[in-house]
Nanobody, 123 residues
Framework: QVQLVESGGGLVQAGGSLRLSCAAS????????IGWFRQAPGKEREGVSC????????NYTDSAKGRFTMSKDSTKNTVYLQMRNLKPEDSGVYYC????????????????WGQGTQVTVSS
């Protein structure tokens, strides 16, 4: 059974930083695609970042490029999303996602979801 447990969300002022963690169990991240989606109030879930097991370089949505960094600790089977220079529009519930295939292009393609962690950026 796949379990993805996120942590690290919270309330931060604009310009601040947060680091989200996602501890995976039931899967080996050496063979799974892992990523982050987020959902702002009243909006659909959107992909933020994704890391394929065959590529060392994560990809990011345009709004996250240059501010967010995704990394993986294979010894802990855990991934991280370091978020810097946060903006109010980054607020939402952040979900860790995992897939046995390529990076999902939409929420409908996601096979496994974590429970989510709330990120709130105040202006």
């Amino acid at each position: 059974q796949v379990q993805l447990v996120e942590s690290g969300g919270g309330l931060v002022q604009a310009g601040g930083s947060l680091r989200l963690s996602c501890a995976a169990s039931g899967i080996d991240l050496a063979y799974y695609t892992i990523g982050w989606f987020r959902q702002a109030p009243g909006k659909e879930r959107e992909g933020v970042s994704c890391l394929s097991p065959i590529d060392d370089n994560p990809n990011y949505t345009d709004s996250a490029k240059g501010r967010f960094t995704m990394s993986k600790d294979s010894t802990k089977n855990t991934v991280y999303l370091q978020m810097r220079n946060l903006k109010p529009e980054d607020s939402g519930v952040y979900y860790c996602v995992a897939s046995a295939y390529v990076c999902p292009r939409s929420s409908g393609e996601v096979e496994n979801w974590g429970q989510g962690t709330q990120v709130t950026v105040s202006s």
